[in-house]
């Protein structure tokens, strides 16, 4: 059974930057695409950004894009999100997921409903 396991939340102030990891365990990792979504209180999730299975493709938001970058290391079976000027509207809860999917990503992977596996969430808080 795949697990994943989100970790590098916290509190931070609007500027800063803050890098999230994902653990991934249980599978073949490099069969599966990586995404990041989030959820704000109140809100329904949303889409941040995706990685195809190679590291070679990525997709992303527009609030995040330009501020956001996804990456992933398949030797380590780690997925990370790494953000740059943090906004008080990207606090929220950050969830990985997985699609096992290995073709072409683009705006079909901002759906939750393709993901088969998620993580429990880390907070991220942008406050001053």
């Known amino acids: 059974q795949v697990q994943l396991v989100e970790s590098g939340g916290g509190l931070v102030q609007p500027g800063d930057s803050l890098r999230l990891s994902c653990a991934f365990s249980g599978g073949t990792f490099i069969t599966y695409t990586m995404g990041w979504f989030r959820q704000a209180p109140g809100k329904e999730r949303e889409f941040v950004a995706s990685i195809k299975w190679s590291g070679s493709s990525t997709y992303y938001a527009d609030s995040v894009k330009g501020r956001f970058t996804i990456s992933r290391d398949n030797a380590k079976s780690t997925l990370n999100l790494q953000m740059n000027d943090l906004k008080a509207e990207d606090t929220a809860v950050y969830y990985c997921?997985?699609?096992?999917?290995?073709?072409?990503?683009?705006?079909?992977?901002?759906?939750?409903?393709?993901?088969?596996?998620w993580g429990q969430g880390t907070q991220v808080t942008v406050s001053s």
């Open positions: 997921a997985a699609d096992q999917y290995t073709g072409a990503i683009g705006p079909l992977s901002r759906a939750a409903a393709r993901y088969d596996y």
